[in-house]
């Protein structure tokens, strides 16, 4: 079993910067891709980036070009760099890992964190 925790969420002001980090615990995620979500309040959870383990990354349309994923399997984790963040952007986002390709579905991926809020204000 994989264990995951997020931590950086928080308030921030419109166009500043938040960095999410998600820490595995369990095996190594060295094989897994990984990816992060987020779920506004009556939203469905959807994907915000993802990297496999090679290191393909994809990010969904709305953050391209602020948003950077990117992994240490040395240390187990995943991070997700947000700047120029927006009021659109606030959410619930969770950490997820999946053994095998990266995919872009949230029940696909099998294992996941317990969610960090991150709150932008206009």
């Known amino acids: 079993q994989v264990q995951l925790v997020e931590s950086g969420g928080g308030l921030v002001q419109s166009g500043g910067s938040l960095r999410l980090s998600c820490a595995a615990s369990?095996?190594?995620?060295?094989?897994?891709?990984m990816g992060w979500f987020r779920q506004a309040p009556g939203k469905e959870r959807d994907i915000v980036a993802a990297i496999s383990w090679s290191g393909v990354t994809y990010y969904a349309e709305s953050v391209k070009g602020r948003f950077t994923i990117s992994r240490d399997n040395a240390k187990n984790t995943v991070y997700l760099q947000m700047n120029s963040l927006k009021p659109e952007d606030t959410a619930v986002y969770y950490c997820?890992?999946?053994?095998?390709?990266?995919?872009?579905?949230?029940?696909?991926?099998?294992?996941w964190g317990q969610g960090t809020q991150v709150t932008v204000s206009s």
């Open positions: 997820a890992a999946r053994r095998g390709g990266l995919v872009r579905l949230s029940p696909e991926y099998d294992y």
């Open positions: 369990g095996p190594t995620i060295s094989t897994y891709s």
